[in-house]
């Protein structure tokens, strides 16, 4: 009898078990959600109905599970606040705790995004220190990142193992630098929770990040998509399938991206995928209005600078997809990249510009304008060239009518010298006496250069160059 007594107990522990509501990882206790939005959930049920209740809300949302036991539903948030609890109940109660609400941002990209405060080996982080020792729990800032994993085909929200972290040493120790420098900025400029989420992967490609059908319908015949049964991270669609589809479409605020690197080399094509992606990623998560803030890649010297222009055509494909994203920006970086490192170790300043571009354009922050000076039209006037810059208010450029370098001309022959430069507020005067008669200026457009020229606010003068020319050698 007691044996039996004990097997019934048994069952109906079990199906108690089994009719609990189950939600995806995505979902834990300490996340943050985003404010004053409609936002998204979902899950598997056994019963008949879920009830959800929200502890900041009198209300109760219900939604009837379909014939596989998933469901979904859109719950309106308040305005910044916690901790709250939501509880989920399907005849069983799942809780979760200690939820706050407040801004949240999807950060991905390839290594320079996945570098953690602790940097890699042989490269640190500058001011990662004084960051990681003053994280406190009682900072709302929480942290989700999602584990690298790659995949032939479409993962399901369920096969996703992740959760949601506070903001201690040691979890803000191993965390993307970029990602938390830019949400430390915003929590302190707004005073408000911020989460983040974290989808990077170090020597990836963009197409790795989309959906095949992005890819097939967009750039027919550009990619090879046999994909193999293991698949490898270089795959297009691969990262995509297993890090992102899981999580569509859960609500956020708006997207930071640093990546670029491994397509250096074919900036064309990336000016068009850029845009591709970004189209894709608010259409999934039903957010046609996301903002996108992106870093530009930082000079490098690439292996002894092989093909010295490369980068600079890069650069200039970067800059040509803020015409093709609306609510888009892009941070400056000429002055942050290392010779000697791609990864370079001013991570601290990458995240500053970033949470200024979106205190500025989502925010209502208008003390300061965070956009970089920008090349915009030139004059050859015998052998000097003029050259007038944009997007510098009244303040012109720093350093003002004193001679600098970073500039380079060249005449009909098309070979580039080396220049000197003078700005005048909002003009520069480049010349070289080595050209006498020049038809060509650029400025930063090598694969490594140092930045010479800035706005008030230490932004830099953006790579530019007035030819059409094809990439040139030495």
């Known amino acids: 009898m007691k044996r039996i007594l004990s097997l019934i107990l048994l069952s109906l522990a079990t199906l108690s078990l089994d009719a609990k509501v189950t939600l995806p990882t995505i979902f834990s206790d300490n996340m943050v959600l985003q404010q004053k939005a409609d936002v998204a959930f979902w899950g598997k049920a056994t019963g008949k109905r879920v009830t959800i209740t929200a502890s900041w809300a009198k209300g109760k949302a219900v939604v009837t599970p379909d014939a596989d036991g998933?469901?979904?539903?859109?719950?309106?948030?308040?305005?910044?606040g916690g901790p709250f609890e939501l509880t989920f109940n399907d005849g069983e109660k799942t809780v979760l705790h200690n939820v706050l609400v407040g801004e949240v941002w999807f950060c991905s990209g390839q290594s320079n995004m996945v570098m953690s405060m602790r940097g890699f080996i042989g490269q640190p982080v500058?001011?990662?220190a004084e960051y990681i020792l003053s994280a406190r729990e009682e900072i709302p800032i929480r942290l989700c990142d999602i584990p690298n994993r790659q995949s032939s085909v479409p993962l399901p929200s369920d096969s996703l193992k992740t959760e949601w972290k506070l903001n201690t040493p040691d979890v803000v120790l191993r965390y993307s630098a970029t990602a938390y420098f830019f949400a430390r900025s915003?929590?302190?400029?707004?005073?408000v929770p911020v989460g983040v989420i974290t989808a990077d992967w170090g020597g990836v490609t963009i197409e790795t990040w989309m959906s095949k059908e992005v890819i097939d319908r967009e750039f027919p015949g550009e990619f090879d998509h046999v994909i193999p049964e293991v698949a490898y991270p270089k795959t297009p669609a691969v990262l995509y399938n297993a890090m992102v589809a899981p999580i569509v479409p859960f609500t956020f605020k708006g997207m930071i991206?640093?990546?670029?690197?491994e397509n250096r080399l074919r900036p064309e094509q990336y000016s068009r995928l850029q845009p591709a992606y970004v189209r894709m990623m608010r259409e999934l998560f039903q957010n046609p209005d996301a903002p996108f803030y992106f870093v530009q890649i930082a000079p490098y010297a690439y292996d002894g600078n092989p093909r010295p222009f490369a980068s600079g055509y890069f650069f200039e494909a970067q800059q040509k997809t803020l015409s093709k994203i609306p609510r888009s920006g892009m941070v400056a970086t000429l002055d942050l990249g290392s010779y000697s490192s791609i990864h370079p170790p001013k991570k601290l300043e990458v995240g500053q510009r970033l949470a200024s571009l979106a205190l500025y354009n989502d925010y209502g922050c208008k003390v300061l304008n965070p956009n970089a000076p920008s090349y915009k039209s030139v004059v050859f006037e015998g052998s000097e060239a003029v050259i007038t810059v944009e997007n510098v208010e009244w303040m012109g450029l720093f350093p003002g009518d004193v001679t600098v370098g970073g500039f380079e001309v060249a005449g009909a022959d098309r070979v580039f010298h080396p220049a000197e430069a003078v700005a005048h507020k909002y003009t520069i005067k480049v010349r070289s006496d080595e050209v006498p008669s020049p038809v060509a200026v650029r400025y930063g457009f090598r694969n490594y250069s140092e930045a010479t020229l800035f706005s008030a606010w230490g932004i830099p003068l953006l790579p530019f160059r007035t030819d059409d020319w094809d990439d040139l050698t030495e």
């Open 70 to 80: 998933k469901w979904f539903v859109r719950i309106p948030t308040p305005s910044a």
């Open 186 to 191: 915003l929590q302190e400029q707004l005073r």
């Open 257 to 261: 991206w640093y990546q670029g690197e």
């Open 126 to 128: 500058e001011n990662a």
